[in-house]
């Protein structure tokens, strides 16, 4: 039965909806956006291994299957079970963060993951879908009136900067700025006035020169680096130098599927998590780089249309906040390998290889499904439903 013949007949609405009914009235373009960009990221993983599936593409596809689970579970499942459970899924996101201090495991400097025993977590990942969750919560029992209140600009500072801290310890600034930037966008939207803003700018250009003196020292490399990458060529600049050869050896047209030169010849570093866009760049050139960039600007279309649909604040403001936050994965990872902004370890999402991003980021798209399907339903600021 249509959605809207459902509602209009004296039915319960969407959140009586048996499971089957509610996977039907899925957005499913969305879901074909996702498979067509998670299918070039396999094709381009496959290219990286040298023409085979392992050790990357063929766990990359069995991720992405349990994702797309992921997916049709968290998105059949009523919005108001995701409104209750925001700030337990933020408390447990923040454990997981302060047990990395504790019993993390790290790689190459840096400690980041948790060991669950088969597999390995990376708490950053999951904090960043559960601060939008809780935030999301937070501004839907605010009135217009008061998200400009001193407390009421303190409690989503503070949520975002605690965590945020946590991650420069592990040291993991790009997540941390995401984190920040994450909130700063939810606090707009929720209406916080432009002023709050050009003042946080303001006090945080003035307490840079600070904050530099508390920079790792590769931190400090990677801006200087950034500033000028060729000032050591061979080596803090080396990444970013070849990643921009390999980008403009592509042409217009790139070189071919598996011809990539810089890749082959392992000129080009971590080509199967941060510099995949490179990669892939370098074999199908710019007008491949640009379908696929256009392919993540349908993807936000569609996020931003889901969540301008939804009749409860906290459903606009989770989708605004997935949006968002998918939009930084995306632009972060492209300025990066481009030399835009300094290198800050931001996978590609759906191409990068990795585990907890990739379902992360179908959990997260799950809850978008979870708005789009629950779109009617309203949610008052105590947090009692009612369904048109």
Do not use: C
Not at 103 to 112: I, S
Not at 154 to 160: F, G, N
Not at 342 to 365: E, K, R, W
């Amino acid at each position: 039965m249509p959605r809207e013949v459902f509602i209009e007949s004296g039915g319960l609405g969407p959140a009586a909806l048996s499971w089957p009914e509610k996977i039907w009235h899925f957005n499913w373009s969305v879901i074909a956006l996702l498979v067509a960009i998670a299918s070039i990221g396999f094709l381009t993983l496959y290219s990286a291994a040298g023409g085979s599936l392992e050790p990357w593409a063929v766990r990359q596809m069995v991720r992405f299957g349990i994702g797309l689970s992921i997916l049709v579970v968290v998105g059949a499942i009523d919005i108001r079970i995701w409104f209750r459970l925001a700030y337990v899924m933020y408390g447990i996101a923040f454990a997981m963060l302060a047990a990395v201090e504790v019993v993390g495991t790290g790689a190459m400097g840096a400690e980041r993951w948790l060991s669950l025993g088969v597999i390995q977590v990376q708490p950053s990942e999951v904090m960043k879908v559960s601060l939008v969750l809780a935030l999301a919560r937070y501004y839907h029992g605010q009135m217009p009136d008061q998200v400009t209140r001193p407390l009421a600009l303190a409690v989503p500072l503070v949520m975002a900067l605690v965590p945020a801290a946590l991650l420069m310890r592990q040291p993991d600034l790009g997540t941390a700025m995401m984190l920040i930037m994450a909130t700063a966008a939810m606090m707009f939207l929720a209406g916080v006035r432009p002023w709050f803003f050009i003042v946080s700018i303001a006090l945080a250009a003035g307490a840079a020169p600070v904050a530099w003196r508390f920079m790792r020292d590769y931190q400090r490399h990677r801006i200087l680096t950034f500033l000028d990458p060729e000032s050591d060529p061979l080596g803090k600049g080396y990444h970013i130098l070849q990643s921009k050869i390999a980008l403009g050896s592509g042409g217009i047209f790139g070189k071919g599927f598996m011809e990539g030169s810089q890749s082959y010849l392992n000129y080009l570093p971590e080509k199967q998590t941060d510099f995949i866009f490179t990669m892939f760049a370098e074999e199908f050139g710019m007008v491949g780089g640009i379908v696929l960039v256009l392919l993540y600007l349908l993807l936000l279309v569609a996020g931003l249309g889901i969540s301008l649909k939804s009749r409860s604040q906290f459903g606009r403001m989770l989708g605004y906040g997935l949006t968002t936050l998918f939009f930084l994965y995306v632009f972060i990872n492209i300025a990066m390998v481009m030399g835009i902004v300094p290198v800050v370890g931001v996978p590609l999402p759906l191409l990068s290889y990795g585990g907890t991003a990739m379902l992360t980021l179908m959990f997260s798209f799950g809850l978008l499904m979870s708005v789009s399907v629950h779109r009617d339903v309203r949610i008052g600021r105590a947090g009692m439903l009612d369904v048109i």
